[in-house]
T-cell receptor, first 112, second 113 residues
Framework: NAGVTQTPKFQVLKTGQSMTLQCAQD?????MSWYRQDPGMGLRLIHY???????DQGEVPNGYNVSRSTTEDFPLRLLSAAPSQTSVYFC???????????FGPGTRLLVL | DAKTTQPPSMDCAEGRAANLPCNHS???????VYWYRQIHSQGPQYIIH???NNETNEMASLIITEDRKSSTLILPHATLRDTAVYYC??????????????FGAGTQVVVTP
């Protein structure tokens, strides 16, 4: 298994540009989620999904959209990038009823 | 409001046990204690979790006080690869709370030779 994969690893955007961060898992996990981590801080939940076709907001959802059309993929869309969205983004997944969440390696985003 | 309180940093000698404290004085009866760690900018890694009984796995032991207001993560024989930020998290064991991990600042553990 590849586990949780994220692309790209690093991205530079200009203010106002849009982009999609990709997240995929090959473990057939029902649950997937997106977190952001600002320098020196813990992770904060952006959006999560309990299964294909079901998504919900986390702690800091503004400026981000998600969709879950398949079990494997959970892309995160930045509609109009702002410097405040400069961060490291982590995707995670896990089985319903199992407590272990598996995190991807992260995407480092810089918005100028 | 922070649900857990951890010291910002601690050092540990290689080969010795590392005891990481966590205070969660407002924990509810249906909330579990979880520990994750993050090694230098990698994605967090699950370590262990528990409700009220002590737990042990291949990575660590978790000791929860009888009143459940605090806990200690024990790394029995710390290695240099255990240098990481360790997060103590409390979360209700309910379906609608799954995935909603609230990470604080954690404890930066440095294992020295």
């Amino acid at each position: 298994n590849a586990g949780v994969t994220q692309t790209p690893k690093f991205q530079v955007l200009k203010t106002g540009q849009s982009m999609t961060l990709q997240c995929a898992q090959d473990m057939n996990h029902e649950y997937m989620s997106w977190y952001r981590q600002d320098p020196g801080m813990g992770l904060r939940l952006i959006h999560y999904s309990v299964g294909a076709g079901i998504t919900d907001q986390g702690e800091v959802p503004n400026g981000y959209n998600v969709s879950r059309s398949t079990t494997e993929d959970f892309p995160l869309r930045l509609l109009s990038a702002a410097p405040s969205q400069t961060s490291v983004y982590f995707c995670a997944s896990g089985y319903r009823g199992r407590e272990t969440q598996y995190f991807g390696p992260g995407t480092r985003l810089l918005v100028l | 409001d922070a649900k857990t309180t951890q010291p910002p940093s601690m050092d540990c000698a290689e080969g010795r046990a590392a005891n990481l404290p966590c205070n969660h004085s407002t924990i509810s009866g249906n909330e579990y204690v979880y520990w994750y760690r993050q090694i230098h900018s990698q994605g967090p890694q699950y370590i262990i979790h528990g409700l009220k009984n002590n737990e042990t796995n291949e990575m660590a032991s978790l000791i929860i006080t009888e009143d459940r207001k605090s806990s200690t993560l024990i790394l029995p024989h710390a290695t240099l690869r255990d240098t990481a930020v360790y997060y103590c998290i409390v979360r209700p064991m309910t379906t609608d709370s799954w995935g909603k991990l609230q990470f604080g600042a954690g404890t930066q553990v440095v294992v020295t030779p």
